[in-house]
């Protein structure tokens, strides 16, 4: 069955830091990915995807994911954060599959960055 | 160009209550969806409509209903509200179910 790990729920970490925001998932079919940011009292809004192609995409904000097919995981990266980057991220994982409809969101991840 | 947008932002229900949430988009999206957000849980998936006129459960149906007799526009009903529907609401669209969905800027409702 199809399923979204993100593995922290909340990471502190300190201003022009790196941080890295763990997600796994399981599926038996081809996967689309993708990240989310949500700002406090806001909607979610799209950071980065994965459809195809090169495993390693970049997104808004100066973050990253790489795709590892062999570990099933999606990992999002940022060099150095900055206060603002204060959030809360979802991993989305859907399966490409004919008929149907499967998106499966994570639980999220907060972002604390402390200055 | 709105993207989507939620009406209400805020509400507050007693026990038995009804409501409706609105959501509209203006993106000609086929793909409409009505998630609630609890905190440690994520988003769970309520209902989502396929098209105009269709609608399907998701993982958390009970006690919510829906319509999308436009393509635009598509509503959550509460008939009897209970405090276990205390909850932040959220609508999304998207052109294909597979794809990246956009998000409304969520209702906060209270059940009391």
């Known amino acids: 069955a199809q399923s979204v790990t993100q593995l922290d729920s909340q990471v502190p970490v300190f201003e022009e830091a790196p941080v890295e925001l763990r997600c796994n998932y399981s599926s038996s079919v081809s996967v689309y990915l993708f990240w989310y940011v949500q700002y406090p009292n806001q909607g979610l809004q799209l950071l980065l995807k994965?459809?195809?192609?090169?495993?390693l995409v970049k997104g808004i904000n100066g973050f990253e994911a790489e795709f590892n097919k062999s570990q099933t995981s999606f990992h999002l990266r940022k060099p150095s954060v900055h206060i603002s980057d204060t959030a809360e991220y979802f991993c989305a994982v859907s399966e490409v599959r004919t008929g149907g409809f499967k998106t499966i969101f994570g639980a999220g991840t907060r972002l604390f960055v402390k200055a | 160009n709105a993207g989507v947008t939620q009406t209400p932002k805020f509400r507050v229900l007693k026990t038995g209550q009804s409501m409706t949430l609105l959501c509209a988009q203006d993106m000609n999206h086929e793909y409409m969806y009505w998630y609630r957000q609890d905190p440690g849980m994520g988003l769970r998936l309520i209902h989502y409509s396929v098209g105009e006129g269709t609608t399907a459960k998701g993982e958390v149906p009970d006690g919510y209903n829906v319509s999308r007799l436009k393509k635009q526009n598509f509503l959550l009903g509460l008939e009897s509200a209970a405090p276990s529907q205390t909850s932040v609401y959220f609508c999304?669209?998207?052109?294909?179910?597979?794809?990246?969905?956009?998000f409304g800027p969520g209702t906060r409702l209270t059940v009391t």
């Open positions: 994965y459809l195809s192609g090169s495993t």
């Open positions: 999304a669209s998207s052109y294909q179910t597979t794809l990246e969905q956009y």
